[in-house]
């Protein structure tokens, strides 16, 4: 296939639509409003546009790129992924982290939309863009930003990596300002260490309060799992309401690879059990 054709894949409507939607959502939707609409509509903008980026880089391939797509998809989102996230982000800089939700599958018929596309490129394609090389390369990387930038773990003030982690990347919004909700986490049980709290500016007009979070966990049973829970109180000027994120386990440092590959779908289940028991029942309203 010609160059020129294959840009066909990329330079439509459809996949620079998908493009800007995961874009805005990632980097500043999710930000402001995070909640199950704009994870959805990360899925469903990423899952259109996949396998028109599959198709420019491997011309031919259309049924591959559609095949892969799924089933990369039902990996990355069932519990199957876990122990590959968690060996990857012990020993890689560059983490990645998903939310597991079996609800996501739901928007894989957006394939479809991408099936008509890859079916008559030509008929979607913005033809005059293709004599134009900075749109050309300025949509290239953005596309290959853009999949980095979905699953890359933010770095920040979060004390990470100090130990073996499990993803957990669960949100709440619940009713309360972040002073109101970390009084109720500090009624716990497990003992809850402020580990920062700083106000920065979000936008032009407002601030944002960060608070990050240990709580920790002593297993009875397994003193190898002896850990804490990552966890973000965030709250914008002048809200009445907060947001709670539980970003991830972090294990024993001491733990082995095997031990950590071998268990780790059991110790996500055990870490997620300890979620609902000690935060959501209790700071979630009724």
Known sequence: ???NTRWNYLLNPVFMTGLFVLLCNDLFLKEAWGNALTGKLS?????CILPLFIAFLLPGRKRTALGFTALFFI????????????????HIPFGLNRVADLTDLLVLPVLL?????????????????????????????????AFGATSHVKGGLLPYG????????KQYTVPYSIDSSLAILKRFPAPVEVCSDHTYAAGERR????????????????????????VLLSQ?????KSRVYIRSAELNPQMSDSVLFGHSIRI???????????????????
Not at 236 to 240: L, V
């Open 162 to 169: 100090q130990g073996r982690s499990i993803s957990i990347g």
């Open 113 to 145: 939309l991408s099936a008509s596309v890859l079916d008559k490129p030509e008929r979607f394609s913005f033809t005059y863009m293709h004599k134009l090389p900075a749109v050309r390369l300025g949509v290239l990387f953005l596309a290959v930003f």
């Open 236 to 240: 914008e000027e002048r809200r009445k």
């Open 207 to 230: 601030a944002e309060r960060s608070v990050w979070l240990s709580i920790y966990e002593i297993s009875k049973e397994n003193k190898d799992t002896v850990g804490y829970l990552n």
């Open 75 to 90: 990996f990355w989102k069932t519990e199957l992924s876990t122990p590959f996230l968690n060996v990857w982000n012990a």
């Open 43 to 47: 899925d469903v903008a990423g899952v």
């Open 1 to 3: 296939m010609h160059l």
């Open 268 to 286: 996500e289940k055990k870490y997620r059990k300890f979620v609902k028991e000690l935060m959501i029942e209790d700071i979630l309203p009724k």
